[in-house]
């Protein structure tokens, strides 16, 4: 059974930093683009971040461009997502989720970011 | 980036009928290869979203076949035949085409 478990999440401060981690098992993590997609409280959801299967190709939205950045450890099965100088518009819940050649296949149960003073 | 429109439906919907759920891109999602990259998700109150169609009209795994996708290269449909309790929730129509993958802002379907 395919599960991705987020952690990481929390309040943090407008201009500091926060990294995400996301847990998978149940499948060849390598094998697959892994994305990272969040909603803003009853709000829409808003793709954030792709990588590729090595992690050697990165995309991301103009909107975290320059601040997020996102990674992958495949000898762990992991995937993650630096955050820094956060937002209060970065508030949100982060999902990780699995890009298979359809769409976001599978995705997790998402961590709670908040950013407030 | 490709701009994702997404139509209202006449909730609440009577169990039992039928509801169809439209969505506008603003450039064709049809690729080269003859496939048609618009993905429909349904988000259930309290749960993460899940992929309901692919390819425009490909169900994924274990997802019912009330549930079937069709359109051209900018205007798509999803309609759920004999809607049941559970199909209310928030459905995303998103385009797979190109970076930034884009959503549409979410149709909700209430239940009568």
């Known amino acids: 059974e395919v599960q991705l478990v987020e952690s990481g999440g929390g309040l943090v401060q407008p201009g500091r930093s926060l990294k995400l981690s996301c847990a998978a098992s149940?499948?060849?993590?390598?094998?697959?683009?892994m994305a990272w997609v969040r909603q803003a409280p009853k709000k829409g959801l808003e793709w954030v971040a792709t990588?590729?299967?090595?992690?050697?190709?990165?995309y991301y939205p103009d909107s975290v461009k320059g601040r997020f950045t996102i990674s992958r450890d495949n000898a762990k099965s992991s995937l993650y997502l630096q955050m820094n100088s956060l937002k209060s518009e970065d508030t949100a819940t982060y999902y990780c989720?699995?890009?298979?050649?359809?769409?976001?296949?599978?995705w997790g149960q998402g961590t709670l970011v908040t950013v407030s003073s | 980036d490709i701009v994702m429109t997404q139509g209202a439906l006449p909730n609440p919907v009577p169990s039992g009928e039928s509801a169809s759920i439209t969505c506008q891109s603003s450039?064709?999602?049809?690729?080269?290869?003859?496939?048609?990259?618009l993905n429909w998700y349904l988000q259930r109150p309290g749960q993460s979203p899940q992929l309901l169609i692919y390819?425009?009209?490909t169900r994924a795994s274990g997802v019912s076949d009330r549930f079937s996708g069709s359109g051209s290269g900018t205007d798509f449909t999803l309609k759920i035949s004999s809607v049941e309790a559970e199909d209310v929730g928030v459905y995303y129509c998103?385009?797979?085409?190109?970076?930034?993958?884009?959503f549409g802002g979410g149709t909700k379907l209430e239940l009568k």
């Open positions: 989720a699995r890009q298979d050649v359809g769409g976001f296949a599978y």
């Open positions: 390819w425009m009209s």
């Open positions: 990588i590729s299967t090595s992690g050697s190709r990165t």
């Open positions: 998103q385009q797979f085409l190109e970076y930034p993958r884009t």
């Open positions: 450039k064709s999602l049809l690729h080269s290869n003859g496939k048609t990259y």
């Open positions: 149940g499948f060849t993590f390598s094998n697959y683009y």
